[in-house]
């Protein structure tokens, strides 16, 4: 095979000139004009144009010499790639000699069978063009250690690829006959209009046509990060306030509308109903079934109250001052616990002690409360009260004791004096109202220890039914051992006997102590004579100021002091006569005598 000439330059080469400046001259025919095609998106392979008949030019050069021919002509534009960096390790290239091209090797051959590759025996193809998108004339940078072109020397380019065998009409050489290539290209044109491959859309695959840009930027890796890291704060944003919104909404649907669905409130589950027996649930459980309601109906007047079970017989305990209106025609009406009604009578009462005894018959089952001791009771003690305040019947009412002998009087409504009591009395916070009168007072054991029977109210009154204004927490009981004595007495005697001194008392002295009146009730000796007084050596006049070693005050103090014993009790007086004290001992005697 021979090796063609390389064509020869249409001037010699100007030994002053300074390349980019020195060639092609400004005599360079102007580029083909080539028309617009559509340009494909950024990264997108462009199949190879195919190949058109060479155009003879004058200033075009001949077609390089086949592969595997090196030998270069003196002064010819070289028709070669540019040269690339030599393999590691190997030495630096030696320069070419001036005015001759360097020798290149060829690519390596294709394996058989591949896609465009020459038939057995043909010409090995050329090496591929430079990329479309480099731009023309552009100066390149040899790899250190390449070889350098002598000075004035035109650059050389790569030969295009040969067109492969069958592809829109273009047959491939016959076996044995040279490759024709397009001539080389000294002016490097680059047409970026050119066709994107054969017909039919040849790919990079089938022609080996390089990739095209649009223009656009490659965004570098740290960028690509950076528009993610945006795009999911953008996303997070929008799903925050998207998300918020919608709660915003719900909630505000929620509260105008009461929730979704029906409500359920949370609720503890059934426990047993046994309590300790010395709380308050325990005691009211066990004295409730023996507390009753009194209702009582006069000509003149009507009232509620209160009582409780003594025996078994149907004796109830009550005040006198409940069962006062009926007189002696009235009617008493007895209501249990359980709802059973039963009309009861009065079997006896006494006003000096504001007790009374009612008696039902035809009612079975009753249970009587058992009776405490009321000297034992201390201050501070826990107490627990029931009745039927204001006709509400079975009220139950805790507290403690404020205090023990608190003497106090009630009644008086006669103007006699006759219906006045004078009681030494338990003193409790617990709270007692009108219909509590009569109710028991018990202890931590639910043994009776006292019978309610008035209270203080805040505008004065000291009835139990006077004061309306309810409960301040000042409520009075007898206590139940004077209250036992009282209703023995009038169950068994239907009257209740009281222990007496013997002498007249002048309920006017202001000063401090009990003093002896002058005179009688009736005109007589303010000490009756052969009684307790007279018999002690008690004398008109006398200030008695102790019973016992307790001080007294008053006149009720004093009474109230001699009833809370029995007749036939022994008491040590403190008297003052002129000015002197001493020491007088007296047995109680009965108003029955």
Do not use: C
């Amino acid at each position: 095979m021979t090796r063609s000439a390389a064509p020869k330059p249409l001037h010699d080469p100007d030994p002053y000139d300074t390349p980019p400046y020195g060639e092609p001259g400004p005599w360079a025919p102007a580029p083909p004009v080539q028309h617009p095609a559509t340009t494909p998106a950024g990264g997108t392979a462009i199949p190879a144009p195919l190949p058109q008949a060479p155009q003879p030019s004058p200033l075009a050069p001949p077609a390089p010499a086949p592969v595997g021919q090196t030998t270069p002509v003196p002064g010819a534009i070289p028709t070669h790639a540019l040269p690339s960096a030599p393999a590691p390790g190997a030495p630096g290239g030696l320069l070419p000699t001036p005015g001759a091209a360097p020798a290149h090797e060829a690519p390596p051959a294709p394996s058989p069978g591949a896609p465009g590759t020459p038939a057995p025996g043909g010409p090995h193809p050329a090496p591929e063009s430079t990329p479309a998108h480099e731009p023309a004339g552009a100066p390149s940078t040899p790899a250190p250690g390449s070889s350098l072109p002598p000075a004035g020397a035109t650059p050389a380019h790569t030969v295009p690829a040969q067109p492969i065998a069958g592809a829109d009409g273009v047959s491939a050489p016959a076996p044995g006959e040279p490759a024709s290539a397009p001539p080389a290209d000294p002016w490097h044109r680059y047409d970026p209009w050119a066709a994107a491959g054969g017909a039919g859309g040849a790919t990079g695959a089938a022609g080996g046509a390089p990739l095209q840009q649009n223009g656009a930027a490659v965004p570098t890796q740290r960028q690509r990060r950076r528009q993610a890291k945006r795009l999911l704060l953008g996303v997070a944003l929008v799903l925050a306030l998207v998300s918020g919104g919608i709660g915003g909404a719900v909630g505000a649907y929620l509260e105008r509308n009461g929730g979704v669905g029906q409500v359920e409130l949370p609720q503890a589950g059934s426990e047993p109903t046994g309590r300790a027996a010395d709380s308050v649930a325990g005691i009211a459980a066990r004295a409730l079934p023996s507390v009753v309601t009194l209702h009582v109906s006069g000509s003149d007047a009507s009232g509620t109250g209160t009582g409780f079970v003594l025996d078994d017989r149907g004796h109830i305990l009550t005040n006198d001052h409940v069962v006062e209106p009926a007189g002696a025609d009235g009617e008493i009406t007895v209501t249990f616990n359980s709802g059973v009604t039963a009309e009861a009578e009065v079997v006896g009462q006494d006003s000096g002690y504001d007790l009374a005894v009612v008696r039902v018959r035809g009612v079975s089952g009753l249970r009587p409360l058992p009776l405490g001791n009321s000297d034992n009771v201390q201050v501070g003690d826990p107490v627990v009260a029931i009745g039927a305040p204001f006709d509400l019947a079975g009220t139950v009412t805790s507290g403690i004791i404020s205090a023990k002998e608190r003497p106090i009087t009630a009644g008086g409504e006669k103007g006699d004096g006759s219906d006045v009591s004078y009681v030494d009395a338990l003193q409790t916070d617990a709270p007692i109202n009108p219909g509590n009168s009569g109710g028991p007072l018990l202890d931590s054991r639910a043994r009776v220890i006292g019978i309610n029977s008035a209270i203080r109210s805040a505008d004065g009154g000291g009835d139990p039914e006077g004061g309306q204004a309810g409960s301040i927490g000042l409520g009075f009981a007898i206590p139940i051992n004077q209250g036992k004595r009282v209703a023995e007495e009038l169950i068994n005697t239907g009257k209740a006997t009281h222990p007496v001194i013997g002498v007249t008392l002048d309920m006017n002295y202001t000063g401090d102590g009990a003093r002896v009146g002058t005179k009688g009730s009736d005109g007589g000796s303010a000490v009756t004579p052969g009684g307790p007084g007279d018999r002690a050596g008690v004398e008109p006049g006398d200030v008695i100021t102790e019973v016992d070693g307790q001080r007294v005050h008053s006149g009720e103090e004093l009474i109230v002091k001699t009833r809370a014993h029995r007749p036939g009790d022994r008491l040590e007086l403190t008297v003052v006569r002129d000015g002197k004290e001493r020491t007088i001992s007296l047995v109680l005697g009965s108003s029955g005598d």
